[in-house]
């Protein structure tokens, strides 16, 4: 099973790291808009495992993709969050989404995300924002993220190996905020988004299939 490797970057300004980005000949391939949905049995057996099980629906001007993705409980690292990823793309996400409620899975959570992906060489550069955040994530080999990280001076940030969920839940307790699994963006920053990204006003939701 492949081995995905990555490490998170808080509190980066967007525009400073576009600037050293474009400066070290990487190159941006693109924003979309992401809905996504973690599923699980009804015994949550895969959440106690600390599997992840999801179904993504990533929307750009261009096209949709929808994307099934299972990944393996974390392996325990100081310096980076390692485990297994089997992804595979899907044709028909409302299709698939139907299949794996015939199956007994039931979605237990939803977050929403817009990606700015950028090529480093082998590296992938991910400008995130989230409902909570704006957050830089690396994803590559090891070697070659320490690497980018030095050359973009995102060793100066906070590091986190940290989940965005286990990110999301200490946001909430910082905020005083009542725990809850799923975070999505308002109305109001949803349409600014989409029309920002000239996407269709309505997100193509797959909940209540």
């Not at 990944?71 to 899907?90: C, G, P, Q």
């Not at 590091?159 to 999505?184: C, D, G, M």
Request: hydrophobic share 40%; with cysteine.
């Amino acid at each position: 099973m492949p081995l995905e490797t990555e490490r998170k970057y808080l509190d980066v300004e967007f525009a400073d790291l576009r600037m050293r980005l474009s400066a070290h000949g990487a190159v941006c391939e693109g924003t979309h808009f992401e809905e996504n949905f973690l599923f699980d049995a009804s015994s949550h057996s895969l959440a106690h495992k600390g599997c992840v099980f999801r179904l993504r629906v990533q929307e750009c001007r261009e096209n949709t993709q929808c994307r099934l993705t299972f990944k393996s409980a974390a392996e325990d690292s100081a310096d980076y969050k390692i485990r297994e990823e089997l992804e595979t793309k899907v044709g028909d996400g409302a299709a698939m989404y139907g299949i794996l409620r015939k199956l007994g899975y039931s979605v237990v959570a939803r977050y929403e995300k817009i990606r700015e992906v950028w090529r480093m060489g082998s590296v992938e550069v991910s400008l995130d924002t989230v409902p909570f955040a704006e957050i830089v994530e690396l994803e590559g080999r090891a070697g070659d993220i320490l690497a980018a990280e030095q050359c973009l001076h995102l060793d100066k940030a906070e590091i986190s190996t940290k989940s965005y969920h286990e990110l999301h839940q200490a946001w909430l307790v910082q905020h005083n905020r009542p725990q809850q699994l799923s975070f999505v963006f308002s109305e109001q920053q949803r349409s600014f988004w989409r029309k920002k990204l000239d996407l269709p006003e309505k997100a193509l939701c797959l909940h209540g299939f």
